[in-house]
């Protein structure tokens, strides 16, 4: 809020930057802040055994950058690694984007969201976006692993407040 000027700029021309940011209200004015992928410390989850060992690097949180309704970051599935956000969980207090990438031409990643009780899947490629209604779970497997990353806008930041659907409910 109050912002009136960001410049953003690549270093090789060649292969421009690509920029993608998630905006939400703002009631409060927080620091223009520039944040490096080399000082988020990651949040390691998962596992090999269900596929889905990555890293979540938070970059808008309470505890980190601050924002009035934004949290943001990115998450990277390592190497043989395919699943996301599975056991799969709704936020009933905000929305969810992902945006994924790091994907090539012919792969693909399936992206699970609807209520518990009733989902669906969308075939998503490299470099394109979902919102995810707070109602809805979300949660993805690819063909190969991934990164995306994930915004959330609502007023409530904390990043574990989670509603944790059961294997069992899903269908």
């Not at 601050?66 to 969980?89: A, F, I, R, Y």
């Not at 207090?93 to 969201?113: I, K, S, W």
Request: net charge negative; glycine share 6%.
């Amino acid at each position: 809020m109050g912002t009136k000027e960001i410049a953003f700029s690549s270093v090789d021309a060649n292969q421009p930057a690509k920029f993608y940011f998630n905006s939400a209200p703002a009631h409060m004015t927080y620091p223009t802040v520039k944040i490096k992928r080399s000082e988020i410390v990651p949040n390691h989850l998962g596992s090999i055994k269900n596929s889905n060992d990555r890293n979540i690097y938070k970059y808008i949180h309470p505890l980190g950058v601050k924002s009035c309704q934004v949290v943001m970051g990115m998450t990277v599935l390592e190497p043989g690694n395919m699943w996301n956000s599975m056991p799969c969980h709704t936020h009933d207090r905000r929305m969810e984007v992902y945006l994924y990438f790091n994907l090539p031409e012919d792969g693909v990643v399936f992206h699970y969201m609807g209520e518990p009780t009733e989902t669906r899947h969308v075939v998503m490629r490299n470099e394109e976006a979902i919102i995810s209604p707070s109602w809805s779970i979300h949660s993805g497997v690819g063909t190969q692993s991934y990164t995306f990353i994930w915004g959330m806008s609502g007023e409530n930041q904390t990043f574990d407040d989670m509603d944790h659907v059961e294997m069992k409910t899903l269908k």
